[in-house]
């Protein structure tokens, strides 16, 4: 990647020739040019800025300098690169910019002084070349360049070969939308804290279940607009509701999209909850009790029970469905337990059917009791799995 850096204080990127980042520069996996604005002026003070129009506080940086200089960097390259103008009244540079940014071959960054840069330099810039204005934060720096730095560094490091170990970017703070866990080294015990000991316990399933939870726990805290509205959905604390017809579209859309997994798996995309119509589930509302969660208003997970209509015994469990983000928290479980809690009396076996290479969903089921059944189950390619009600 090239970057090209305009500004009046060229030593103030001096940093950028540091630590993995100069490494990345002698490496060649960065091109990194910094052009001082003051080598394209022509006066003996070498003047960059000027008296605003319409009057005000402050200094502008006049439109000249910045013409040339741009001009030169496009003249010593193919194409034209992307233009980044630090300025707080830009948009706001994120993690996902800096992923879109580190696919583009060339950025260049217009590091603004004083009050700003003639609002001309980018108009003419962009029209030979994309513009975007980019902030840092919701605060005022005395200059683009600590932007630059910043931004320089973000994308740098997300480039193929900067970061030995590609692996450590994928979990990081903002990759996903939440903040990392906290992270412990050795000693296992400090001035007397201990590491949580789940993770001492070599258990992985239980550490990332305790590193998701601490993701969610100190995103709460700390950057609560980060949290999607059903992050905070646990187990424990659902809102179990009868479904009704007003549910039953975006109930058809949930069970889709949580059957094209089966489908696949199956190697057959005809399998009943994906032929299902809306009016299918309008008549099941008959046999059946659905069962529905919503999440801030979003219908996140749903199950269906009913009596067998052969043996009037077995309970029988059907289109338990979480919607993917929210999968591994124990909602499928619980709604599980809930449909088997509403069986009535006299019920003596738990039924559920499922995909034969459903893996997830039968050890699911195993986990809460139920027993393979020999042979095909009720529908092709599916096996029938049952458990004794006490
Ligand atoms: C003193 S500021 C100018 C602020 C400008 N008068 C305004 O209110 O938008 C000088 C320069 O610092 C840089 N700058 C200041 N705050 C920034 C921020 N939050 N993000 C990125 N760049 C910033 C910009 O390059 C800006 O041109």
Known sequence: MRVDVLTIFPDY?????????????????????????????HDRHRTVDDTPYGGGAGMVMRPEPWGETLDAVVASGAGVPHLLVPSPAGERFTQAMARRLAGEPWLAFACGRYEGIDERVLEDAADRMPVTPVSLGDYVLNGG?????AVVEAVARLLPGVVGNAESLVEESHEDGLLEYPVYTKPSSWRGRDVPPVLLSGD????????????????????????????????DGLDIVVATRGDLPELLVLQWACWVGEGRSAGSFDIPPLAETLDDLVGSLDGWTTWVVRSAGRLVAAVRGRMSTDDRRTWETGRLMVAPDLAGRGIGRALLAHSESAAPAGTTRYWVNTGARSERNLRIYRKAGYRLQAGEG???????LVKRAD
């Open 13 to 41: 990127l001096a940093p950028l020739d540091l630590s993995l980042i100069g490494r990345a520069r002698r490496q060649g996996l960065l091109d990194l040019r910094v052009h001082d604005l003051r080598e394209h002026t």
């Open 145 to 149: 360049e600590v932007a630059v730095l």
């Open 204 to 235: 992985h399933g239980a550490i990332a279940r305790w590193r998701h939870e601490q993701r969610l726990t100190r995103t709460g805290a700390r950057r609560p607009d980060l949290l999607p509205p059903s992050a905070g959905l646990l187990a």
């Open 378 to 384: 009720r529908y092709p390619g599916t096996v029938d």
